[in-house]
């Protein structure tokens, strides 16, 4: 089962993220909104390393995150999702897996990869919406192929099929999402949903 955010900044931004008068100025601030919320929870169990100080009073041994995060967004959607990991994590790693669906049958094709080096440390697939599941399966396959061990999924909207798509694949992957939907629609559009999350990040 996904892990559910549950957080009331969470839902008030959601709400108007689904809202289709949202508009795409305001539509990035909530995506950032939400993807910070979902930033802090994938990173929860980040691993940290003891670092020897200071204090004005005395010497101590105190936690600072390590080099070990990695955040890899699904382009071009999950580009929406990446300041905060940036903002956050003076050491965060940036990959990019670069997918997109056929219209007709909903089959993701793959035009671009760039990854850092993956093993040994946490890596991070960010794209707002897991509808068939398709897109994210290949990219976690893409990692995994790559050298990713310890890998999550973070997404805004998931559809129960793309949540079950993800299980069956990749079972050992956590998903860690604001909202799982009803269903999808004949067009593998995630409903209620928000309709197309690059198009309406992006105004196009
Ligand atoms: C959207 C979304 C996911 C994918 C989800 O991207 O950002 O990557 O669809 O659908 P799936 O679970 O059925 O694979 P899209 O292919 O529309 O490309 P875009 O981000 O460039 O708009
Ligand atoms: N991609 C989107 O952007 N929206 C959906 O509902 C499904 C896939």
């Known amino acids: 089962m996904p892990y559910v955010i549950d957080h009331p900044l969470a839902a008030h931004a959601l709400t108007h993220l689904r809202d289709k008068t949202t508009a795409p100025a305001t ?3 909530l995506c950032y909104q939400v993807g910070l919320l979902l930033a802090l929870e994938a990173t929860r169990d980040l691993p940290t390393q003891p670092k020897s100080i200071e204090t004005p009073l005395e010497k101590i041994d105190s936690p600072v995150l390590g ?27 940036v990959g990019y897996v670069g997918l997109e669906r056929d ?21 991070l697939c960010v794209d707002p919406m897991l509808a068939t599941g398709g897109s994210a399966s290949q990219a976690l396959r893409v ?20 949540v079950a798509a993800i299980e069956k ?7 860690i ?7 999808l629609n004949n067009q593998s559009y995630i409903v209620p949903g928000l309709g197309d999350f690059g198009d309406r990040l992006y105004g196009t």
Do not use: W
């Open 169 to 175: 694949d990749h079972p050992d992957v956590p998903v």
């Open 103 to 123: 219209h007709e049958t909903a089959v993701a094709h793959s035009y671009y990869c760039k990854l850092p080096p993956l093993d040994g440390r946490r890596v």
């Open 67 to 93: 080099q070990g995060l990695v955040v890899v967004p699904i382009l071009r959607a999950g580009l929406g999702m990446l300041q905060p990991y940036t903002d956050l994590f003076p050491s965060v790693s």
């Open 177 to 183: 999402t604001a909202a799982v939907d009803r269903e």
């Open 27 to 29: 539509f990035r601030t």
């Open 143 to 162: 990692l995994r192929e790559n050298g990713a061990q310890d890998l999550r999924l973070v997404t805004i909207v998931s559809a129960p099929e793309g």
